[in-house]
Nanobody, 124 residues
Framework: VQLQASGGGLVQAGDSLRLSCAAS????????SAWFRQAPGSQREFVAA????????YYTDSVKGRFTISRDIVKNTVYLQMNSLKPEDTAVYYC??????????????????WGQGTQVTVSS
């Protein structure tokens, strides 16, 4: 399985970006897809997840109302629409695929496939 993340860049506070994560070798259908981020010197942090089956979404509190995770089953791609970006959103963003139970969804160890990461830098 290969996950290819893209869409990062350098933006100003208040701007928007849309990250994409295209999968090859396995369909997202049947798996939970998630976005994590990692700032320098920090651990990988949960951002958002989209659960397989019903498509329930989950977000970390700091991005609720600003970020939206979605998927295109035909394109086998997961997206993270990021609006009203803040400097504290600066990090490398990774997409992951796995089958965690709901209570473990925020644990990066529960995902067994990862993309290479895409850098998001938000200037103030």
């Amino acid at each position: 399985v290969q996950l290819q993340a893209s869409g990062g860049g350098l933006v100003q506070a208040g701007d928007s970006l849309r990250l994409s994560c295209a999968a090859s070798g396995r369909s997202f259908n049947g798996y939970t897809s998630a976005w994590f981020r990692q700032a320098p010197g920090s651990q990988r942090e949960f951002v958002a997840a989209l659960r397989w089956g019903g498509g329930t979404t989950y977000y970390t509190d700091s991005v609720k109302g600003r970020f939206t995770i979605s998927r295109d089953i035909v394109k086998n791609t997961v997206y993270l629409q990021m609006n009203s970006l803040k400097p504290e959103d600066t990090a490398v963003y990774y997409c992951g695929m796995g089958r965690p139970i709901v209570s473990a969804m925020r644990n990066p160890d529960m995902y067994y496939d990862w993309g290479q990461g895409t850098q998001v830098t938000v200037s103030s």
